[in-house]
């Protein structure tokens, strides 16, 4: 018994409906954890991205030297670091949040190249027309920036939504109790992890579509010009 659920293993059948209810438990956490990484990502990208843009190197350079250790190093080493060894300087974290914020951190680093791309891809006399009326830097963002590279990004940061989805069982390894993790400890009790598993695998296959479609509508549903905004 798990969670105080039953597990029958008369046949693979009625053992996958029987650990159902126990994954559909760490797939709460599952998500949960992928929409709190990407919040982080999304907002986090963004202030590297700028920082990146900025005009003084104090700035900058520190900025670009983020994005590279972030992207360059694994997010397993990353995790390990933010769990095991902030503790010994006195930043203790939750599991969970330690693995959102390794989520977000790392994803953060793809998707701030996202944004430069996006915003290096809007024409120069774009940016100094937006000047030589001397519109205010939130209005040039908001009329004029914003509106030109949304279309643009959207369909990369659906890839990397998808990839943090994906990513997501590696948080087990730090205690959380997700889906992967679930499947493991049914294993363990039961000594057979085929079906575990093969349910796992077949949750995250059937949310990853879900996911796509989904993009794919909000890709069809911005206009090709972007979106305007008052």
């Keep these: 018994m798990i969670y105080g659920y039953e597990i029958d293993t008369s046949s693979p059948g009625r053992f996958a409906l029987s650990i159902l209810p126990i994954l559909l438990i760490g797939l709460r956490t599952t998500v949960l954890a992928m929409l709190v990484g990407l919040v982080i990502a999304l907002f986090a990208g963004l202030a590297f991205a700028l920082l990146r843009r900025s005009p003084y190197r104090v700035v900058s350079w520190p900025a670009v030297a983020i994005i590279e250790f972030l992207r360059n190093t694994p997010l397993l080493m990353q995790l390990f670091f933010l769990y095991f060894v902030l503790p010994e300087y006195g930043l203790v974290l ?53 509106p030109q590279i ?36 049914i294993g363990d009790r039961t000594f057979e992890y085929l079906v575990p598993l093969s349910v796992v695998g077949a949750i995250f296959l059937v949310l990853t579509c879900i996911c796509s479609a989904l993009l794919r509508g909000v890709e069809w549903a911005i206009p090709k010009r972007g979106i305007a905004l008052k």
Excluded: H
Aim: net charge positive; with cysteine; glycine share 8%.
């Design 94 to 146: 939750p599991a969970f949040w330690t693995g959102c914020i390794a989520l977000g951190l790392q994803y953060a680093a793809y998707m701030s190249e996202v944004y430069r791309a996006g915003l290096e891809a809007i024409p120069n006399g774009q940016w100094e027309a937006a000047k030589a009326l001397n519109l205010s830097r939130g209005r040039v963002y908001g009329a004029v920036v914003i």
């Design 150 to 185: 949304v279309p643009r990004i959207t369909p990369a940061i659906g890839n990397y939504l998808v990839s943090m989805m994906k990513d997501t069982p590696i948080l087990s390894t730090i205690t959380v109790v997700e889906m992967l993790n679930l499947a493991n400890r």
